[in-house]
T-cell receptor, first 117, second 115 residues
Framework: AQTVTQSQPEMSVQEAETVTLSCTYD???????LFWYKQPPSRQMILVIR??????QNATENRFSVNFQKAAKSFSLKISDSQLGDTAMYFC??????????????FGQGTRLTINP | GAVVSQHPSRVICKSGTSVKIECRSL??????MFWYRQFPKKSLMLMAT?????????EQGVEKDKFLINHASLTLSTLTVTSAHPEDSSFYIC???????????FGPGTRLTVL
């Protein structure tokens, strides 16, 4: 079974700083998807960024980028120029390919990120 | 973007009663919906996968007779917590997947409190 580990329960940085959240996973699959979700105090889950394992290029979405190291099974999220609105719980998640079934998301434990003014 | 709604957003009930939570995909047809449970300051735990027109697939350790799931149409799945007890108090979140995609769109969640 796949597992996802986020080793940083909490992080705190000053506004405008860059912060990196770590995530490692364990799988025997060669192709899969990885996601970072944000859950602000409203508790609405919001997709931040996704990565397909067969793509070597790291995904980027504006201030958010990932460092995907497939051999190391590592998938960290970098937030540049952090903003107060980035304060949230961040979850790393793993999903098997579409053809292999119902595509369950396996979530990590989460990292609580606080951006301080 | 795709929108998923949940109703109610909050519910308080007495121990022993049953509570139904609805999950709707508003602007797309969802062949598959998922139900999660989230305890305070914890991660999301998948309870079951709901496929339109067929029985739900429950995760290990989730009581299917306790958490009844019905996916009667391509836009609606319901979770009924039967004979609720205080330990069932939690935050329940649904998500929906559009056909041919790998992305799940999440509802805003339902906070259940059983007294």
């Amino acid at each position: 079974a796949q597992t996802v580990t986020q080793s940083q329960p909490e992080m705190s940085v000053q506004e405008a700083e860059t912060v990196t959240l770590s995530c490692t996973y364990d799988t025997s699959e060669n192709n899969y998807y990885l996601f970072w979700y944000k859950q602000p105090p409203s508790r609405q889950m919001i997709l931040v960024i996704r990565q397909e394992a067969y793509k070597q290029q790291n995904a980027t979405e504006n201030r958010f980028s990932v460092n995907f190291q497939k051999a190391a099974k590592s998938f960290s999220l970098k937030i540049s120029d952090s903003q107060l609105g980035d304060t949230a719980m961040y979850f790393c998640a793993f999903m098997k390919p579409f053809i292999q079934g119902a595509q369950k998301l396996v979530f990590g434990q989460g990292t609580r990120l606080t951006i301080n003014p | 973007g795709a929108v998923v709604s949940q109703h109610p957003s909050r519910v308080i009930c007495k121990s022993g009663t049953s509570v139904k939570i609805e999950c709707r995909s508003l602007d797309f047809q969802a062949t598959t919906m998922f139900w999660y449970r989230q305890f305070p300051k914890k991660s999301l735990m998948l309870m079951a996968t709901s496929n339109e027109g067929s029985k739900a697939t429950y995760e290990q350790g989730v009581e299917k007779d306790k958490f009844l799931i019905n996916h009667a149409s391509l836009t609606l799945s319901t979770l009924t917590v039967t004979s609720a007890h205080p330990e069932d108090s939690s935050f329940y979140i649904c998500s929906a997947r559009a056909p041919g995609t790998n992305e799940q769109f999440f509802g805003p969640g339902t906070r259940l409190t059983v007294l």
